[in-house]
């Protein structure tokens, strides 16, 4: 059975594509059948595997999927769609972004079922993985909520710092909305501290405030992801921490997050 996870965070810049980078590889490296999907008009994650727009120019993106699901296309068509619009890296499977995507903003929320959109895409590829991650861009819009609604379970990064955790109560507020009203089954797979710099009195600070204020209802991972130059740099070479720098800390706690998660389903 597919699980499909999201990761979202109502802010930018707090490792949101680069958990999804290094827990999806890990899995995938450890043999289970893998997908992500780069909701994020930025494409960043299209970009950590390596794949540039000029290189997908001919082919579909998520951007054309949402645009098929909203047009109501008939199935053949919309397998064919989504057969070409995946794109079979030397890891796992991606199906990625675009700069259009941003355009659709104003039109998703005149579709019909707009929250399910996403749900129908992956209704058709579900079947053909283990796991599928949605890497959501910042902000708590119509695209994350597709993303929720599509979801089993979500993963939230938030950086050691004061402005990322705040904004961890406006995420739980949302997923409580969509479990209420439209997903029942959506579970929160855990917090992941990220960018942990130990040696600051600060970070500390940070992650004992979010155990504090969160831990006893959400889990947190005890694996924190720490700071370190090489995680930024793998995503130059398209490839994950676990080939570039395997040995750091940030690699090993990826790794023990992938592995937590496969543990439990
Ligand atoms: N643990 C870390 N140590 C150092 N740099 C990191 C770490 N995690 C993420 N980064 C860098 O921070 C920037 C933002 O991370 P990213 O995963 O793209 O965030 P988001 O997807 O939430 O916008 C990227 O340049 C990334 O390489
Ligand atoms: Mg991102």
Redesign the pocket.
Known sequence: MCKIISVI?C?????????TVNISSYMQMHGKRVCVVDLDPQH?LSKHFGIHPGQIANQPTIYDLFNAAINETEDEEMVQIIKQSVVHSTTVDVIPSSAKLSSLETVIPTATCRERLLEYILSYIKNDYEYIFL?CH?GLDMFTLNALTASNSVLI?VEAHILSSDGLDQVEKMIRMVQRRLNQELRIEGVII??YQGNTNYCKQISELVTRDFGDHIHIFDSY?????K??EA?VFGISLHEYAPSID?AKAYANIASEVMCYG
């Open positions: 965070s802010k930018g810049g707090v490792g949101k594509t680069t958990s960043n890497d910042p990064p990220t960018k992801v720490k700071y370190a130059i995680v930024a995503p940030a």
